[in-house]
Structure formats: C-alpha cells, structure tokens
C-alpha cells in the first residue's frame, strides 16, 4: 500500500488505528509524515490521536457501524490499544489485513494465554517466565495453597486487562492468597513468584507479512508505583551478554507467534544464580510501546515508522540508534505543586537544557498517574544525556 496510491473510487490510500490515545496519535503522525491520509476509531470526542488524524470514527470499539467505515476508509488496520475486544479485529480483518492480527492480540490480552505461549516456545527463545499458577476456581485456589508454597510471596495478578500495575495484588502467606483473590473478585488470575530483580528491560520487534523481523536494541526501564517512568536507552544500559538473550528471545518470541507489526517483550533481569539464567520474560504488548517513546528522537527510525512499515508491507528498515537516550515520563503529578495546586511545570527551563524534545499528548486535564506526555534527552554521550536527564527532572518535579 503505497501512500500515493489513489483508488479507482479516488480514495486517498489511508491506514486505520484502533484507539485515539497517544500511542494512536505517535502512529498517526508517522503514517501522515510518509503521505498516507488516517482514520482512528475511538469513541472520545477530545482523544489524542483523533485530534490529528484526518478522519475520527466516535463509535464504540464493536459498533458495527463505525467498523464498517473504518474498513470501507482504509486499506489497512492497525491497533493501539490493547483491550480492543479480539472478535472485533477478526471482522475488520474479513475485508483488510489487520495487524497485528486477532489471534495474537487475543493472547497478549490474557495473562494465562500469554504464559502458556511464552512456556511453548521457551525452548525457541531460551528464556521462560517466572514460575506461575492459574488461578481461575476455588479448587484451584485451595490446591495453591496447599501445594505451591513456593509461590510465596507472590504476586496475583488478574489475567485481564491489567495495567501500569493496576489488577495487581501482593500477597505473602496463603491467607493473604484467598483475601487478595476475594478483593479481585474471584475473577481468572495467575499468581507468580515473587523474584528479586535487578532490573527490567524491554525489547521491540518489528515482523512483516513476508516474516522479516528488525529490532531495537534492549531499553533499560524503571518502574514507580508500577508505572514506566524512565527508559535508559543506551551502550551500556545493561550487559551484553544479557542484552543479546534477550534481543534473540523476543524475536523468537515474534516468530513463534508469527506475529505482524511492532511487538513490545518485557523482561526482567534477576539475581545471578538463580535458576532463571537471570533473564525472566514477563509479558508482552502487541504495539509500540512506552518504552519505546525515545526511538522518535534518538533513531532514524521510530517504532511508529515501523508500525506503518510492517502493515503497509513496505520494506522494513532495520533502524539505527544515532544518539544515546533517557526517556522521562510525563504524568500528570507533574502538573500539581507541592500544595496539590495545578500549575504548568516551568517548559522555558526544561527546554533550554541541551537534546530536550518534549513530547505532549493533548490532554486537557492533569491527573495524578495519567500519562500526559514524555521528554526524551539526547545528546552526544551517555554522560552528558545522564547530566541533562538529571536536572531535567529535578525540574520536573
Ligand atoms: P502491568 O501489566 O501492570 O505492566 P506487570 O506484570 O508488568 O504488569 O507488573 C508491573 C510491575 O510489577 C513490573 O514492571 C515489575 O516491576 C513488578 N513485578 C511484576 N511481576 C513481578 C514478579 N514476579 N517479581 C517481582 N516484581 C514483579
Ligand atoms: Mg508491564
């Protein structure tokens, strides 16, 4: 699908994303940039992609309606947002390629299917995931508790649509199991080891139609209360070695799956010595990524430019990171001063550092934990990136 293409009807060769928030809105300014004219489907009136793209479908994610102009729009579709209900990809996709497909998004969607894929292809990708249970009925959560001692303490984690931590509970003795399961409402979990990490990474994957794969190297990630706030993207990030097993082990990953467009794998990094070989896969999301944010600025190529790559079956350019890099992420929190007033944070000093590029989604309202935006610092080596990232946010917060 080339972006100049015009059809017999005189339609615009057009790509179509699943979801309007900023990760919509990052592809949508990417597909725009190489020519193609975009549609997002998202129901918000005021969502960050739907603000920028040429056409804005405000329907439900499975009105039949608004999917049917999607598709009647756009020669391709993709999605940004991972709790698009699967079925509704496997309508889209009876008339245009979708990617990535139903079949994959539906098992990234599901911890218990993710797990059990992961485990499937440990072999392919040499790394597995942490020791788990399923916990779906309460014989099974009474056969836990008498028998997987060794999952304490743990953490149970619904198998649906958790997020940035959300659907998430610590739990130390087999009491806590049943209590944390009851607040979680019973509903199908696992419950996974609690390992000591050292560190979290994620890899990006590109794979196109013709199941050529490129790929980024590892982003080093740090967590806060459970959400991304820094990406250390960088030589030097993480050892080598590890960087490596963990680059072959999410293209495998991707193979296995055969999977189409950008794949985002989260690893964790443990304790050496440990049975694990100290790489760990945790989970996976079927789009570009947080993590991922910094490839805008400090690539020749963007894991959005991927995206448009691998679903338009243009060739896919193994990409090239020309600077090092420090993502910081914007939530809201950064918006409220130490007395709880909103204020907006002081840009004129944050700009005037030097390799700032600030990146804002849209959002009219500050919240506490809503992503709103992200800086990414570059520079011409790590040490000056790392001085810049400092007083960067110092000033942020
Ligand atoms: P989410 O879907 O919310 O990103 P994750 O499974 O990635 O869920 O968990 C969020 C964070 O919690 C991880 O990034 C990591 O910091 C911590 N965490 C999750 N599972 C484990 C574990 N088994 N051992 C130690 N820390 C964990
Ligand atoms: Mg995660």
């Given at each position: 699908i080339f972006p100049g293409s015009v059809d017999a009807a005189g339609q615009r060769a057009t790509l179509g994303v699943m979801g309007g928030g900023q990760l919509g809105r990052m592809f949508v300014h990417a597909a725009q940039r190489l020519g193609y004219f975009t549609a997002v489907l998202d129901?918000?009136?005021?969502?960050p992609a739907g603000l920028v793209?040429?056409?804005?479908?405000?329907?439900?994610?499975?009105d039949p309606a608004g999917l049917a102009q999607l598709a009647h729009l756009c020669q391709a579709i993709t999605t940004e947002f991972e709790n698009v209900p699967a079925p509704t990809l496997q309508t889209l996709a009876q008339t245009r390629p979708v990617a990535p497909g139903a079949a994959v998004v539906g098992i990234a969607q599901n911890r218990i299917a993710e797990k059990a894929h992961f485990a499937a292809c440990a072999d392919l990708s040499g790394v597995s995931c942490a020791p788990y249970a399923v916990l779906e009925t309460p014989a099974q959560l009474r056969s836990v508790q008498a028998e997987r001692a060794d999952l304490l303490p743990g953490i149970l984690k619904t198998a649906r649509l958790g997020y940035d931590g959300k659907g998430q509970v610590r739990v130390k003795t087999a009491e806590e199991l049943a209590a944390a399961w009851a607040e979680l409402g019973g509903a199908a979990c696992v419950l996974e080891k609690m390992l000591p990490l050292t560190a979290e990474c994620s890899v990006l994957v590109a794979r196109g139609w013709d199941g050529q794969v490129v790929s980024f190297a590892p982003q080093r990630n740090v967590h806060v209360d459970g959400i991304l706030a820094v990406t250390h993207a960088y030589e030097g990030n993480m050892p080598v070695a590890l960087a490596d097993r963990a680059r072959d082990a999410a293209i495998a990953i991707a193979h296995h799956l055969g999977y189409v467009g950008v794949l985002c794998v989260e690893f964790f990094v443990v304790e050496d010595g440990s049975e694990h070989g100290g790489l760990v896969v945790n989970e996976m999301a079927p789009r570009p990524h947080n993590s991922g944010h910094y490839t805008l600025d400090?690539?020749?190529?963007?894991q959005f430019d991927l995206q448009v790559h691998a679903m338009a079956s243009l060739p896919l350019p193994q990409p090239r990171q020309h600077s090092p890099a420090i993502m910081l992420n914007l939530l809201g929190?950064?918006?409220?001063?130490?007395?709880?007033q909103l204020h907006e944070p002081d840009w004129q000093a944050v700009l005037s550092l030097p390799g700032t590029h600030l990146h804002l989604y849209g959002k009219a309202d500050a919240r506490a934990?809503?992503?709103m935006g992200h800086l990414t610092i570059t520079g011409p080596d790590v040490t000056s990136v790392k001085t810049v990232a400092r007083r960067a946010a110092s000033l942020l917060n």
């Open positions: 129901p918000d009136a005021q969502s793209s040429h056409h804005h479908i405000q329907t439900s994610y499975d400090a690539c020749d190529a963007s929190d950064v918006w409220f001063d130490a007395e709880g934990g809503r992503k």
